[in-house]
């Protein structure tokens, strides 16, 4: 069994900044892909920043030069760095996870999600 925990999540002015973190449990054997997805209100869930095994990485246009993902392989664990936030930032931030357990596939879990609020 797999457990994602997220946290870093809150309420900010806009301009200011939120690191936020995901830690995956359970009986690992390897990780590949990592991301983060959000989802305003009334809007479909969109991505955000990937990063995969080897450490590249990808970000939604709207988020290039402010948000930075990395990942602590040994730990299991993503973080996603917002710098310069903007209030279109407000959302509901997903931790996405690609692993496999051992003596399974990879397969795909998804966190409970952190509120992120960014106020004009």
């Known amino acids: 069994q797999v457990q994602l925990v997220e946290s870093g999540g809150g309420l900010v002015q806009a301009g200011g900044s939120l690191r936020l973190s995901c830690a995956a449990s359970g009986s690992i054997s390897s990780t590949s892909h990592m991301a983060w997805y959000r989802q305003a209100t009334g809007k479909q869930r969109e991505l955000v920043a990937l990063i995969i095994s080897g450490g590249n990485t990808n970000y939604a246009d709207s988020v290039k030069g402010r948000f930075t993902i990395s990942r602590d392989n040994a730990k299991n664990t993503t973080y996603l760095q917002m710098n310069n936030l903007k209030p279109e930032d407000t959302a509901v931030y997903y931790c996405?996870?690609?692993?496999?357990?051992?003596?399974?596939?990879?397969?795909?879990?998804w966190g409970q999600g952190t509120q992120v609020t960014v106020s004009s």
């Open positions: 996405y996870v690609l692993l496999r357990l051992t003596g399974y596939p990879y397969r795909n879990y």
